[in-house]
């Protein structure tokens, strides 16, 4: 399998559920980030990892736990989150001193809090 | 305050006809400006870049111009072709900054 892969595709979840989104990527890549997609917002960064450390939490609400065991897997743990939450969550990969050519998206994760 | 604006949520062309998608910025110290796609139940895709020290990039059918005057940037695709249906991102990054994104301008080519 190539490129980034994100699992679930959709999750429902209640308000006092604990559930995680997982990302892997085969590019051999050495930074992975979570991104927020909400309607009519911009791609918002949630977080980045470089070499499996993490280098930028943008006041993310702790209700969102990220975890990257190794350099191809990143995981975001959710809990007791809130409807407001419901958005697509887009992981992404990248050489961390490639500037030109981006990041690698997977295809996302809807979720929707209920 | 957003670093990377897309005024236009959406537009309309014809088939055959140049698509014209803006970008205007705010921070002058950037490596790279990239152009991204999206269609819908799929992430991003990467589409072209452009150097700061460059003013215009082409690839096929997709060329991107640079004002840094202006500090303004746009996509230009022609001819625009029903598969270019998609939102498209404009995007920056500078030093080690992760990507700043724009909101998004939802192309429709009509046939």
């Known amino acids: 399998e190539t490129g980034v892969t994100q699992t679930p595709r959709h999750l429902v979840m209640g308000m006092t559920n604990k559930k995680s989104l997982k990302c892997e990527q085969h590019?051999?890549?050495?930074?992975m980030y979570w991104y927020k997609q909400s309607a009519k917002k911009p791609l918002e960064l949630m977080f980045v990892y470089s070499l499996e450390e993490r280098v930028e939490n943008n006041s993310v609400p702790s209700r969102f736990s990220p975890e990257c065991p190794n350099s191809s897997h990143l995981f975001l743990h959710l809990h007791t989150l809130q409807p407001e939450d419901s958005a697509l969550y887009l992981c992404a990969s990248s050489q961390w001193d490639s500037k030109n050519y981006g990041y690698t998206f997977g295809s996302g994760t809807r979720l929707t809090v209920v | 305050d957003q670093q990377v604006k897309q005024n236009s949520p959406s537009l309309s062309v014809q088939e055959g006809r140049i698509s014209i998608l803006n970008c205007d910025y705010t921070?002058?110290?950037?490596?790279?400006f990239l152009w991204y796609k999206k269609y819908p139940a799929e992430g991003p895709t990467f589409l072209i870049s452009i150097s700061s020290i460059k003013d215009k990039n082409e690839d096929g059918r997709f060329t991107v111009f640079l004002n840094k005057s202006a500090k303004h940037l746009s996509l230009h695709i022609v001819p625009s072709q029903p598969g270019d249906s998609a939102v498209y991102f404009c995007?920056?990054?500078?030093?080690?900054?992760?990507?700043?994104f724009g909101k998004g301008t939802r192309l429709s080519v009509i046939a």
């Open positions: 995007a920056h990054n500078s030093g080690n900054t992760p990507l700043v």
């Open positions: 590019l051999g890549h050495n930074a």
């Open positions: 921070n002058s110290m950037f490596d790279y």
